[in-house]
């Protein structure tokens, strides 16, 4: 039974074949193609027949009247992806595909940098990201070297080379000892993104107050206040002087004008006055007249 | 953490687009080769295959119904301009496309140290049908390798970059 079906097909078959092929047309595509460049698809046969190139990023259609190859302007496909030809007419349909190639020449970055502000000496503290992209906004997916730089203006510079990897690199980067305003760059090629990145003093160190007899109260001075970097704490943040005598406690916060705090209080005799700033403790001292 | 896993599963997410795209697509996913500073929280991972995959749905309706403005919700950007484009572009030639994705191999590939961009790569089947004037011209299996950059939304992850790449 089996063998009877199978000689039947393959009689039919037989018979009908040189009409298919008589009437039919074949084309011949390239394999594939680099988005936005010309190409060509040679069509065999005769007879009245519509090619079709259909992917997700792009549509085309054809007429074809007879055997001709039809040209493609550059630019005519320029969407990277797989693209599926589809030659069809009255009775007949050829079929195939081929994939659109991202331009091998960058031409866009796509590049994220984060924070746009830190403390200084952050290890790794600074990220940035990059997708790269052809003129034509597709995803380079072969492997593409990207120089990251960052630059601050005392000169430092830190510069790492990723290779992509589908399109894709990324880097960490120090904040820097010196506060300021830092450039961070990526390039490919003659391509390249900038972005700042503001790096501030981090928080107060060695704190230190001292205390002098001011008439009849005491004046709390603060020396120039600075992080552990030497980079000036800005004006405006919040220093703590705390004053604990005989089981009872006082504070005031006194924001720094130029680079020092200061507050005139009146104590005991005997007073434990303290300095702080944040999470940050000063020194400690023991009031005596 | 994301860790590697693999899974063959069954996709149960609604179909919210295509009354055609019936049959369901088995996924197989892994994170193996996943370059990122950042750990790849479980939930995330989850969430990002889950928009993607929700975005094939709405990419299958927009491209049958020659409907553009169905692909707001899940692409974004140069990903939603090309599809907008291809979709114009079939409305004035008359076709309509319907895709029906069989299987999706994915693979997280970049996670970015900010966390606000995941990368995929998808070797994905499926069967296409090309209608001209409402004519079934032809149905087509193919294979393709998709890159997909995916950022994050309000309530979810949106496609950012869709593109083929060669296998």
């Known amino acids: 039974m089996r063998l009877r079906w199978a000689l039947h097909v393959g009689v ?3 018979v009908t ?12 595509l390239p394999k594939s193609i680099e988005a936005g460049s010309s190409f060509s698809i ?3 046969g005769s007879g009245h027949a519509t090619l079709y190139i259909i992917g997700t990023g792009q549509i085309l259609k ?5 055997e001709q190859t039809l040209f493609f302007a550059p630019g005519s496909l320029y969407n990277a992806g797989h693209y599926l030809a589809v030659l069809s007419g009255e009775s007949f349909t050829d079929t195939g595909s081929f994939d659109v190639v991202p331009a091998i020449k960058p031409a866009n970055l796509s590049f994220l940098a984060k924070p746009s502000r830190l403390p200084v000496g952050l290890h790794d503290g600074i990220t940035g990201a990059v997708y790269v992209f052809d003129a034509y906004h597709n995803l380079i997916s072969a492997p593409t070297p990207v120089s990251f730089e960052l630059s601050n203006p005392s000169g430092a510079v830190q510069k790492r080379i990723v290779v992509t990897r589908d399109g894709a690199a990324w880097t960490e980067m120090d904040s820097t000892a010196q506060q300021g305003i830092d450039r961070f760059v990526a390039r490919v090629g003659e391509i390249s993104g900038t972005r700042v990145v503001e790096q501030v003093p981090g928080d107060p160190c060695g704190l230190k107050m001292i205390a002098k007899q001011s008439g009849q109260q005491v004046l709390l001075v603060t020396d120039a206040v600075r992080d552990c970097n030497g980079n000036a704490v800005p ?5 703590t002087f705390t004053e604990t005598y005989n089981g009872s406690q006082s504070t005031i916060d006194q924001p720094l004008k130029h680079g020092m705090a200061q507050v005139t209080i009146s104590t005991h005799n005997g007073a434990m006055i303290s300095v702080a700033s944040g999470v940050v403790m000063g020194n400690q001292i023991r009031w005596e007249k | 953490m994301f860790r590697p896993f693999l899974i063959i599963c069954t996709l149960l997410t609604a179909a919210a687009a295509s009354a055609s795209a019936a049959a369901q697509a088995t996924v197989r996913v892994e994170t193996v080769n996943l370059q990122a500073s950042r750990p790849l ?3 995330t991972g989850r969430a990002v295959i889950r928009d993607y995959l929700q975005s094939w749905k709405i990419l299958t309706a927009a491209l049958e119904q020659n409907r553009a403005d169905l692909l707001a919700p899940n692409f974004v950007g140069s990903a939603k ?6 979709i114009q572009q079939q409305t004035e030639l008359g076709i309509s496309t319907r895709y029906q994705d069989r299987a999706h191999d994915l693979q997280i590939v970049f996670y970015s140290p900010d966390g606000l961009s995941i990368e995929l790569t998808d070797k994905v089947e499926y069967d296409v049908q090309i209608l001209d004037h409402g004519r079934v011209k032809t149905t087509q299996h193919a294979i393709a390798r998709y890159v997909i950059v995916l950022t994050p939304a309000e309530v979810r992850w949106r496609v950012r970059v869709f593109q083929g790449a060669p296998r």
């Open chain 1, 12 to 14: 039919m078959a037989a």
């Open chain 1, 17 to 28: 074949m040189p009409f298919a092929f008589a009437e039919g047309r074949s084309m011949s």
């Open chain 1, 42 to 44: 040679q069509t065999t």
């Open chain 1, 62 to 66: 054809r007429d074809v009247q007879s």
């Open chain 1, 235 to 239: 004006d405006g943040t919040i220093v």
């Open chain 2, 41 to 43: 929280q479980e939930q």
């Open chain 2, 81 to 86: 301009d090309m599809l907008t484009a291809t």
